[in-house]
């Protein structure tokens, strides 16, 4: 099994900060809410059960990254893609190349900052049908993809 | 070619004008009822305008629909004032399902839906025409596809691929017997609909409902002899609803073999007729609640790829039947084999079940408890008995076959299922590992296909991780080798699998 490119870990830093910014207005929204009530009285100012929120989300976010480094990997055997992730739950998927029925490589803009990008390869499956590969080199993500390619076949053949 | 076809550009049946002005009716007559409400009588006469309007647009529609059978095409012509061609080539139209419900059985009319294979939805519907031409239809597409195949590959057909052989049938007798044996939870629905449309009845009762004052004063005997005579009485009522529902849906049922296509026939008032294509079959469920094993009988389902925007892609293929009937169609038609022993799997299993059962049932006597009175706390002790044996149960069921053409996994408690998944139709394969299988060395091996089957009985729980692999690795194999002489199969005979 490979690793992933360790810097992909930046890419999910990132949003790693952005899901905490949207937990953040949630519990801001909370907080607002639960304010709004005259009967309720926080003991705290405006705001801060918000920030602390904040931090121990942010806090909780970065520390499941190098962890889910950890647990992520990939192989291209003969025939097969496997690929192996989670941290709680751990899924072990094994997708055979003839079921293969297309393949996409795609980057987000951070992910282009740091020159990665996604291998998504889409089978005829209804439960976990398409299989994305993060943090992989574009290049070798688009050699992976014409590899992988040669083995995809038409719609109709399900 | 079918010379009746060819050539001329034909209309819908002109009754189709009456089913539109009568399917109509309701709304019309729910625009006046809420106009008249508002007191205001230009709406009301607004209104009669519009359906006088209305009215001649069916006949103007009727008029300008057209549709035609040319050598090579389906076209069909419409619009009234801006005006609409489409056009479906003959050898992408896959098949042709025919549909009728209670009102147009009365008026011999039936919707003929056009499938094709590039299209993610319906390419058309015809709107409505005779039985009996939408039968011509049919032929017509399975004449043009026969003949297509004799000038691309100039060989003799097999006659049987073409003739329809009947697999399975059922008497009204049989209906009524299979009937008996199921339960359905229709009238829940029922119940809803009728508290729902009578406003002053739900009104009091709901208010009565919902305050649960009314509970308060009865004595514990009497809630409990009241939870009693409920059950019971559901399970009246969900036993004849079973059997008015299994009469209404499998009434004249008939399984039929044609060529690479199987067709099912059922219904009482709703006359289905929908036909797989057997090329897109995925898997098989084997289904029997305590009754029908009692009697030793069986239902299969057949689930097959999802095709474009249709997301129901199973059938019943048989509703009920002896086993070795089911088995007989399974592996004629279908290529699969119904096994009789199944592995076990860990007795670790069986720890996990009880703590989910304890879990939901302690949870359960807790709001007992703090809701209702102290006395609930002694749900506690018939809770963790029932838990034992309902998770002793549901261990002893669970279990899994690999052979070489199939993998098949049953599962359940008093219904038990059995889920049949080719090796070749195998998309991707999953090992799944909780924390808890974890500690205890066990994993799942989920097995996806492309049928749309939601309620994840397609996977082995709680193996140990060793045999896990072994089953993965096993699968793989299989389904390489098959998928390579399947593939061989199907370039033998490609056209004739789409007839």
């Given at each position: 099994m490979h690793n992933l490119d360790p810097s992909v870990k930046t890419v999910w830093g990132f949003s790693a900060f952005f899901r905490t910014l949207m937990f953040t207005g949630i519990a801001l929204t909370a907080e607002i809410f639960v304010r709004s009530y005259d009967s309720v009285s926080l003991?705290?100012?405006?705001g801060i059960p918000t920030v602390v929120f904040f931090f121990f989300m942010l806090l909780f976010q970065f520390s499941l990254i190098p962890l889910r480094y950890k647990f992520y990997s990939f192989d291209v055997r003969d025939r097969e893609l496997w690929l192996r992730r989670g941290i709680v739950t751990t899924v072990e998927t094994v997708a055979p190349f003839?079921?293969?029925q297309h393949i996409d490589v795609a980057q987000s803009l951070i992910e282009r900052g740091v020159g990665l990008s996604r291998l998504i390869v889409h089978t005829?499956?209804?439960?976990?049908?398409s299989i994305i590969v993060p943090g992989l080199p574009l290049e070798y993500a688009e050699q992976l993809r014409n590899h992988l390619k040669q083995f995809a076949h038409a719609v109709d053949d399900v | 070619m079918n010379e009746i076809l060819l050539g001329s550009e034909r209309r819908l049946h002109p009754l189709t004008m009456m089913y539109r002005a009568v399917t109509i009716m309701p709304n019309i007559l729910i625009a006046l009822f809420v106009f008249n409400s508002f007191e205001g009588k230009v709406e009301a006469y607004m209104t009669i305008i519009a359906a006088v309007l209305i009215l001649p647009s069916f006949l103007l529609n009727y008029y300008f629909y057209t549709y035609v059978f040319t050598e090579r095409e389906l076209v069909i012509k419409s619009g009234v004032f801006s005006k609409n061609i489409r056009t479906i080539p003959l050898e992408k139209i896959q098949n042709i399902d025919i549909h009728q419900n209670a009102l147009q059985r009365l008026l011999h009319i039936a919707s003929a839906k056009v499938e094709t294979a590039?299209?993610?939805?319906?390419?058309?519907?015809?709107?409505?025409?005779?039985l009996h031409e939408s039968e011509r239809l049919r032929t017509y597409i399975r004449t043009y596809k026969t003949q297509q195949l004799h000038e691309l590959e100039n060989i003799q057909i097999n006659?049987?691929?073409s003739h329809t052989e009947i697999l399975f049938s059922m008497s009204r007798r049989d209906v009524l017997i299979s009937g008996t044996m199921s339960f359905s939870l229709v009238f829940f629905a029922v119940f809803g609909i009728f508290f729902q449309y009578i406003p002053f009845l739900s009104q009091r009762y709901q208010e009565k409902l919902y305050s649960?004052?009314?509970?308060?004063?009865?004595?514990p005997s009497e809630i409990l002899i009241g939870i009693v005579i409920a059950s019971v009485g559901a399970t009246i009522l969900s036993w004849i609803s079973g059997i008015l529902v299994t009469f209404l849906r499998f009434y004249g049922f008939s399984l039929q073999r044609s060529g690479m296509r199987i067709l099912v026939e059922r219904g009482l008032f709703s006359k289905w007729r929908s036909s797989l294509s057997l090329k897109k079959f995925q898997m098989a469920s084997i289904r029997s609640n305590p009754i029908m094993r009692y009697y030793n009988l069986i239902r299969m389902d057949v689930f097959t790829a999802a095709s474009?925007?249709?997301?129901?892609?199973?059938?019943?293929?048989?509703?009920?039947?002896?086993p070795d009937v089911v088995q007989q169609i399974a592996q004629d038609v279908f290529c699969v084999n119904i096994p009789d022993t199944f592995q076990q799997v860990s007795p670790i299993s069986r720890r996990r079940i009880f703590f989910r059962y304890c879990t939901l049932f302690l949870t359960i006597s807790a709001v007992g408890y703090l809701a209702i009175?102290?006395?609930?706390?002694?749900l506690v002790f018939p809770s963790i008995a029932l838990s034992y044996w309902l998770a002793g149960i549901k261990y002893r069921i669970r279990g899994y076959t690999v052979s070489n053409e199939a993998a098949s996994v049953r599962s359940g408690l008093f219904v038990h299922t059995i889920c049949i998944v080719p090796?070749?139709?195998?998309q991707t394969l999953h090992i799944k590992r909780s924390l808890w299988q974890r500690v205890y060395g066990l994993a799942t091996v989920a097995l996806d296909t492309?049928?749309?089957?939601?309620?994840?009985?397609a996977q082995i729980p709680d193996v140990a991780y060793e045999d896990a692999e072994e089953i993965l690795k096993t699968i793989l194999h299989r389904a390489h080798y098959e998928k390579n002489k399947w593939r061989v199969d199907i370039d033998n005979d490609n056209s004739i699998a789409n007839i």
């Open positions: 003991p705290l100012f405006w003839g079921r293969i005829a499956g209804q439960h976990g049908a | 590039g299209g993610a939805t319906t390419e058309a519907m015809l709107e409505y025409i005779s006659e049987e691929s649960g004052d009314w509970l308060l004063g009865y004595s474009g925007g249709d997301r129901k892609r199973s059938e019943t293929a048989v509703p009920m039947a002896a009175e102290w006395y609930s706390a002694f090796h070749n139709k195998i492309a049928a749309y089957e939601f309620s994840g009985k």
